[in-house]
C-alpha cells in the first residue's frame, strides 16, 4: 500500500466521521413545535466546521507561521491528530520550531 493511498484513505475517513458527527448532531436536539426543522442542521454544520478548525490548528498555525515543515505537519495532523497525544505532539511541533539560519544563528520565525 502506497502513502498516497494511505493518505486517500485517512481523508476519506475524516470526511465520512464529520458527515456521521453532522448528521447525527442534525437529530439530537429535541423538536419544539414552534422550532425550525433547520435549526438542527444548521448547529451540526456550525459544530462540525468548529470541529474542523479545531482539528487542523496545528496546520493552520504552521501555514500562518510558514513553517519549513507545513506539509509533514498537515500529514502527521491527519494520520496522528485524531489521538489527543498526536495532536498535542503535532501542535507544539507546529509551535515550537527553531530554525537555525545559515549564519548559524538560531530563531523562531514567525511570519508578519
Known amino acids: 500500500m502506497s502513502s498516497n493511498s494511505c493518505t486517500q484513505n485517512t481523508f ?15 437529530g439530537a436536539h429535541a423538536q419544539t413545535p414552534s422550532s425550525s426543522s433547520s435549526y438542527g442542521t444548521i448547529f451540526g454544520l456550525i459544530t462540525v466546521g ?7 490548528a496545528p496546520s493552520i498555525i504552521a501555514w500562518r507561521r510558514n513553517h519549513e515543515n507545513r506539509w509533514l505537519i498537515l500529514l502527521l495532523n491527519v494520520v496522528l491528530g485524531w489521538t489527543v497525544i498526536g495532536w498535542l505532539a503535532v501542535l507544539s511541533f507546529a509551535v515550537l520550531a527553531i530554525h537555525i539560519t545559515k549564519e548559524g544563528k538560531i530563531v523562531n520565525k514567525v511570519r508578519t
Open 12 to 26: 476519506h475517513w475524516c470526511v465520512l466521521s464529520a458527515l456521521s458527527l453532522l448528521i447525527f448532531s442534525s
Open 50 to 56: 468548529f470541529l474542523a478548525l479545531l482539528y487542523f
